[in-house]
């Protein structure tokens, strides 16, 4: 089992920042690839970005290139999303997940999520 609590979410402005965190706990975390997701009112959850276990390789949704950054800290067992010129479209609840195949979670799959922090990006 992977326990993820996201944390840093809040209301800010169009072209703010926020950095989201993503605590696991449980099994080694430096194992399994993580991701990002959000879903808006009314929406389907949606992928974000997701990084290997290393944290060599990343992948974003199009929408979200050159404003948002995923990483991670395999010593902290924390992965972090940069978020940057923030807009209200991206407002959404915001999960991570966990699972042992990044490419598991490119289309949507993970074995263990996150309960999410709210983002809320005012124009």
């Known amino acids: 089992q992977v326990q993820l609590v996201e944390s840093g979410g809040g209301l800010v402005q169009a072209g703010g920042s926020l950095r989201l965190s993503c605590a696991a706990s449980?099994?080694?975390?430096?194992?399994?690839?993580m991701g990002w997701f959000r879903q808006a009112p009314g929406k389907e959850r949606e992928f974000v970005a997701a990084i290997n276990w290393s944290g060599r390789n990343t992948y974003y949704r199009d929408s979200v290139k050159g404003r948002i950054t995923i990483s991670r800290d395999n010593a902290k067992n924390t992965g972090y999303l940069q978020m940057n010129s923030l807009k209200p479209e991206d407002t959404a609840v915001y999960y991570c997940a966990a699972d042992l195949s990044h490419e598991r979670l490119r289309i949507g799959r993970g074995d263990y999520w996150g309960q999410g922090t709210q983002v809320t990006v005012s124009s």
């Open positions: 449980g099994r080694t975390f430096s194992s399994y690839a």
